[in-house]
């Protein structure tokens, strides 16, 4: 209910409150008019009706001013709580707003390793060194994470869906990264399958349009984890999904 509608309710209140007053002392009023004095007695005077009439009115009318009173320090305080309620909502929509907008500033894409670059950062999880050489016809690839904020995003992982079939080789498919820092990060890694003949042509389009990476999952500085998927779309993901939980390799 608006504010302009809470108030005219409580105005209305109070009318019908004043006017139920006026109606029972209407209803008196017309009750004495018919009143008729024992025999013997002395009728009450005008002047006598009038005090009596008085002091009943003044009893009415401070009953009802005490009641608007309470009416209107209830809707003071029904106010004030409702305003505190929508400041609260306020910042905490602004607060979320403005951690969407730190992973909002975090993307990603892919390119083509050249083999005069040797000093590329490697995946955190070691895994390579672990349990040995990629498979065969795997080529490496370049994931290139900008991040334009100003904070680092951290337990940063990359899904590679298509080792997920490649048997005794599958941690290739869930990359740990590591901690990201500000600006802009290239981590080489296997994530290509090159074919020969006519469907390695096929292959052409996979790095400039992120295919071979799903998402690119991470956490901000206040503990939210979100992934970035290879069209540009961000989710927050839930803390309880166990999927978001990536083996660490590391030593």
Avoid at 142 to 150: A, E, K, P
Avoid at 182 to 188: A, F, K, N, S
Avoid at 227 to 242: A, K, W
């Amino acid at each position: 209910m608006s504010s302009k509608r809470r108030s005219a309710s409580v105005i209305l209140g109070i009318v019908g409150l004043l006017a139920v007053v006026g109606a029972t002392i209407v209803a008196i009023a017309k009750w004495a008019a018919c009143y008729s004095s024992q025999p013997g007695l002395e009728p009450p005077k005008a002047t006598d009706w009038m005090q009596a009439w008085g002091s009943i009115a003044g009893v009415f009318a401070g009953f009802a001013a005490a009641i608007a009173a309470a009416a209107l320090i209830v809707y003071e305080r029904q106010e004030a709580r409702l305003a505190r309620a929508s400041a609260e909502e306020e910042e905490k929509r602004r607060d979320e707003d403005q951690k969407r907008r730190h992973a909002e500033q975090v993307t990603w894409y892919l390119r083509k390793k050249e083999e005069s670059e040797l000093d590329l950062r490697t995946p955190a999880d070691a895994g390579k060194y672990t349990y040995g050489e990629p498979p065969p016809g795997v080529l490496d690839a370049v994931l290139v994470i900008i991040n334009n904020s100003d904070n680092c995003i951290y337990q940063a992982a990359a899904s590679i869906p298509r080792f997920r079939t490649y048997e005794h080789n599958e941690y290739l498919a869930r990359r740990i990264l590591g901690t990201i820092p500000p600006g802009r990060t290239e981590i080489v890694m296997p994530m290509t399958v090159h074919r020969e003949g006519s469907g390695a042509t096929r292959n052409v389009g996979d790095l400039p349009n992120n295919r071979p990476v799903e998402y690119v999952q991470f956490r901000d500085s206040s503990n939210k984890v979100w992934r970035r998927f290879g069209q540009g779309e961000l989710i927050e993901m839930d803390q309880d999904d166990p999927d978001i939980n990536f083996s660490d390799h590391s030593w």
